[in-house]
């Protein structure tokens, strides 16, 4: 079980660049959230997924999409990236309300 | 919107001392969360509480869901330098968004040999 996986580990954009990072589980949850974590912060929910098919937004979805077309994969895009993008994300998919995180994607935005 | 508040922001202690930290909701969970995040990756499930008044253990940590539903601690017994971290409490509230869950901002605890 690799449980939570996340592509890339580390990425630099331009401003007004594009991109789409990647989350994979392998333990069947049906539910799957996007979170970003700033320094000193907590974490806060872009969107999230009950199931293939269903996606809704969380606390800070804007400027930010997603997609579950599979049970297995959650994709978050950025369409036009701002600096204000710049955080690190987290990808988690849960079973009985636990949920497990992937390892992260630092992003940075110039 | 609801929120957690999570203390102490940081601690600092000497290795072998017990640590203690909790969380205060303005509203009622049904299920609290301990996590641990050390630097570079995701964090980890530490303790989850199902029941209010539950006391639980993982090994040197304990964890307890307040009576009112509202708070959470947990509690590190005999440091040592590997409990490096950043500990966040996080509660559910079923009625809400999906379950959806909500996080306080941290404990940093830093452990001197």
């Known amino acids: 079980n690799a449980g939570v996986t996340q592509t890339p580990k580390f990425r630099i954009l331009k401003i007004g660049q594009s991109m789409t990072l990647q989350c994979t589980q392998d333990m069947n949850h049906n539910y799957m959230y996007w979170y970003r974590q700033d320094p000193g912060m907590g974490l806060k929910l872009i969107y999230y997924s009950v199931g293939a098919g269903i996606t809704d937004k969380g606390e800070v979805p804007n400027g930010y999409n997603v997609s579950r077309s599979t049970t297995e994969d959650f994709p978050l895009r950025l369409e036009l990236a701002a600096p204000s993008q710049t955080s690190v994300y987290f990808c988690a998919s849960s079973y009985r309300g636990e949920q497990y995180f992937g390892p992260g994607t630092r992003l940075l935005v110039l | ?113």
């Open chain 2, 1 to 113: 919107g609801q929120q957690l508040n999570q203390s102490p922001q940081s601690m600092f202690i000497q290795e072998g001392e017990d640590v203690s930290m909790n969380c205060t909701s303005s509203s009622i969970f049904n299920t609290w969360l301990w996590y641990k995040q050390e630097p570079g990756e995701g964090p980890v499930l530490l303790i989850a509480l199902y029941k209010a008044g539950e006391l639980t253990s993982n090994g040197r940590l304990t964890a307890q869901f307040g009576i009112t539903r509202k708070d959470s601690f947990l509690n590190i017994s005999a440091s040592i330098p590997s409990d490096v971290g950043i500990y966040f409490c996080a509660g559910q509230d079923y009625g809400g968004s999906q379950g959806n869950l909500i996080f306080g901002k941290g404990t940093k605890l830093s452990v001197k040999p």
